[in-house]
């Protein structure tokens, strides 16, 4: 069955620092791959995807991504952490964008001064 | 902007009660998705609709019924609500290949 695995649960990274986000998905086949951000209270707010191509996509935010393909893995990074970037962060996967998203059980960021 | 509205933010309910949660876009979106968050065990799929009057169930949609009478709006109904439904609900909407949009939630509590 196609999973979606993130190993960390929460995260604290001082202000300033760089981040990086672990993804790892189980599929049969290249799915198409998501970061989604949740602030509190909220909804999910799309921060990138990536579907084919370039293996490494930017989005919003300063955020990118790195798909790997031999490694399973969807890896979400930052260079620079801002106070504001404390979220949770969901890694999902669909077999195409618009059917329905298997997501990963999310990885809670804190940031410190 | 795509906007997802969720019609409650917060809700209390009795247990055995019949529960409504509706979710309305304004894209005039073909695909619509409700999930519900758990801590600890993320987003988990209920049903979704890929059409009018059309739907589809997800990973875990005992407990639970929908409707899509109208493009726009796709309801939730707990048939008689239990306290284990007490979670955050939320509705998503997508077009085509592009991705999901998400509301706002609901957090439901069965009392």
């Known amino acids: 069955a196609q999973s979606v695995t993130q190993p960390d649960i929460h995260i604290t990274v001082s202000e300033g620092a760089s981040l990086e986000l672990r993804c790892n998905y189980s599929?049969?086949?290249?799915?198409?791959l998501f970061w989604y951000v949740q602030s509190p209270g909220q909804g999910l707010q799309l921060l990138l995807k990536y579907f084919s191509g370039d293996t490494l996509v930017q989005g919003i935010k300063g955020f990118e991504a790195e798909f790997k393909r031999s490694q399973s893995s969807f890896n979400l990074r930052k260079p620079s952490v801002h106070w504001s970037d404390a979220a949770e962060y969901f890694c999902?996967?669909?077999?195409?964008?618009?059917?329905?998203?298997?997501f990963g059980k999310g990885t809670t960021l804190s940031v410190s001064s | 902007d795509v906007k997802v509205t969720q019609s409650s933010r917060y809700l209390v309910k009795r247990t055995g009660e019949k529960v409504f949660l509706e979710c309305v876009q304004d894209m005039d979106h073909e695909n619509m998705f409700w999930y519900r968050q758990d801590p600890g065990l993320g987003l988990r799929l209920i049903y979704f609709s890929y059409d009018v009057k059309m739907k589809e169930k997800g990973d875990i949609p005992e407990g639970y019924s929908v409707s899509r009478e109208k493009k726009e709006r796709f309801s939730l109904i707990l048939e008689s609500a239990s306290t284990n439904q007490t979670s955050m609900y939320l509705c998503?909407?997508?077009?085509?290949?592009?991705?999901?949009?998400f509301g706002d939630g609901t957090r439901l509590s069965i009392l």
């Open positions: 999902a996967v669909a077999l195409s964008a618009g059917t329905a998203l298997i």
């Open positions: 998503a909407s997508s077009f085509g290949d592009q991705p999901q949009h």
């Open positions: 599929y049969g086949a290249t799915p198409y």
